[in-house]
Structures are given as structure tokens and as C-alpha cells.
């Protein structure tokens, strides 16, 4: 039973290290955050476009990030229902104030204990071509 445990849990970290480095090698801005906007993860590119360390952006709102925040908070609740990943144009309000024009992809991440996570894929729009 206990060698059970013990594996299950080996590969549920090597699981999370992979993502882990998939998250970080990503060419896009990543944060993952539950249904309140509360931020649990992010990436490298994120901490460039919101302007904060990962330890700083760690349980921020990823919500009050944004322009128009409520909006994408809206978008989550149509999209738990329909399930379909969405992508949006927001104006993104870095930690030091100066705003950015970019696309929000929104995935659901994960429904672990009947509590939904959304993973933020961001991208500069066109005419601001590189995080702020």
C-alpha cells in the first residue's frame, strides 16, 4: 500500500515538474488562477508583462491586472458553463502602472476538488510587439 502511495506521488511531482517546465518555456505570458482571479502560477514572460517577481504575483488578483477586468471575469463564468476556450483583447495594467494592449486566451486548467482553474495565455496585440 505504501509503495502505492509513494508512487503515485512520485509521479504526480514529475507530472507538475513537467508542466512546470512546459509553463516556462513557453513563448507566451502563462498565469494560472482560480475562479476569484487569485494568482497560483505564472511564468517568466508574465513577470515581464505584469512587472512583479512569480513570489509577487502569487495570490495577486490576476483581475485587477486588467483594464477591464470584469469583463474577462464574466467570459469565465460563460465559459464554465460552455467549456470552449475563449480569447479576448484587454488593456493590461503592469504593477507600475503603464498599460498594453494584448489577447488573453482562456483555458480551463483544472476542476481538482470541484475547484476551477484558469490558465491566462497573453500575447501583445500587434502594434505593442514585446512585454512592457
Given at each position: 500500500m505504501m509503495?502505492?502511495?509513494d508512487r503515485t506521488t512520485m509521479l504526480r511531482e514529475e507530472s507538475e515538474d513537467r508542466y512546470r517546465n512546459l509553463i516556462d518555456a513557453s513563448q507566451s505570458a502563462i498565469v494560472?488562477?482560480?475562479?476569484?482571479?487569485?494568482?497560483?502560477?505564472?511564468n517568466a514572460l508574465a513577470e515581464q508583462f505584469l512587472g512583479r517577481s512569480r513570489n509577487g504575483l502569487l495570490g495577486e488578483?490576476?483581475?485587477s491586472f486588467l483594464e477591464e477586468g470584469e469583463l474577462l471575469q464574466q467570459k469565465i463564468d460563460s465559459?464554465?458553463?460552455s467549456g470552449d476556450n475563449?480569447?479576448?483583447h484587454l488593456s493590461l495594467r503592469n504593477f507600475s502602472g503603464k498599460m498594453q494592449e494584448v489577447e488573453v486566451t482562456l483555458v480551463l486548467a483544472s476542476l481538482a476538488e470541484n475547484t476551477p482553474m484558469y490558465t491566462a495565455i497573453i500575447r501583445a496585440n500587434h502594434a505593442s510587439s514585446s512585454p512592457l
Amino acid at each position: 500500500m505504501m509503495d502505492q502511495l509513494d508512487r503515485t506521488t512520485m509521479l504526480r511531482e514529475e507530472s507538475e515538474d513537467r508542466y512546470r517546465n512546459l509553463i516556462d518555456a513557453s513563448q507566451s505570458a502563462i498565469v494560472t488562477f482560480l475562479k476569484d482571479g487569485k494568482i497560483v502560477l505564472s511564468n517568466a514572460l508574465a513577470e515581464q508583462f505584469l512587472g512583479r517577481s512569480r513570489n509577487g504575483l502569487l495570490g495577486e488578483s490576476f483581475f485587477s491586472f486588467l483594464e477591464e477586468g470584469e469583463l474577462l471575469q464574466q467570459k469565465i463564468d460563460s465559459f464554465s458553463s460552455s467549456g470552449d476556450n475563449q480569447t479576448i483583447h484587454l488593456s493590461l495594467r503592469n504593477f507600475s502602472g503603464k498599460m498594453q494592449e494584448v489577447e488573453v486566451t482562456l483555458v480551463l486548467a483544472s476542476l481538482a476538488e470541484n475547484t476551477p482553474m484558469y490558465t491566462a495565455i497573453i500575447r501583445a496585440n500587434h502594434a505593442s510587439s514585446s512585454p512592457l
